[in-house]
């Protein structure tokens, strides 16, 4: 399998669905813009029992996609680090392709040997257990 990210594209930042966020990832982003973890957290994360997620702004996926570029970069989430290596996309050749159709770096770049992208996936479900229950 091919993938490498496009220089300026930002469609994986702009597919439906939640961006779902480790406490780490809660802390490195709040230690970017400045805030306290709980300053963070009152501000952009929706915590549930097992979860916690980007809050969604109204008129965007994401507060943190701005017309440049993802603000928070140096420390976006995991869950943004590790696309397309999604368990979810790797176990399922549509669903990989479907994802192909919207983002321009599936199928571009380097050779990615499938057990390199299955261990980078592992990183998904160790990241969120509770998604990835068996």
Same mark, same amino acid.
């Given at each position: 399998?091919? =993938? *490498?990210? %496009?220089?300026? !594209?930002?469609?994986? !930042? ?9 406490? %780490? ?10 805030? *306290? ?10 915590? *549930? ?7 969604? +702004?109204?008129?965007?996926?994401? &507060?943190? /996609? ?6 928070? &970069?140096?420390?976006? +989430? *995991? %869950?943004?680090?590790? =696309? +397309? =290596?999604? +368990?979810?996309? /790797? ?21 990615? %040997? ?21």
């Amino acid at each position: 399998m091919r =993938f *490498t990210c %496009q220089p300026g !594209c930002t469609r994986c !930042c702009d597919m439906e669905g939640y961006v779902y966020i480790t406490e %780490q990832d809660l802390k490195n982003a709040a230690g970017q813009l400045g805030l *306290t973890p709980a300053e963070f957290e009152k501000k952009y994360v929706y915590r *549930t029992r097992h979860l916690l997620r980007l809050r969604k +702004p109204r008129d965007r996926q994401c &507060h943190f /996609l701005l017309h440049g570029g993802c603000s928070i &970069h140096e420390n976006k +989430p *995991t %869950q943004c680090r590790l =696309f +397309p =290596f999604w +368990p979810e996309l /790797l176990e399922s050749r549509k669903e990989w392709e479907k994802t192909g159709r919207r983002c321009p770096g599936i199928g571009k770049g380097r050779l990615i %040997q499938i057990g390199t992208a299955h261990e980078t996936a592992s990183e998904m479900k160790l990241a969120y257990p509770s998604m990835y229950e068996d």
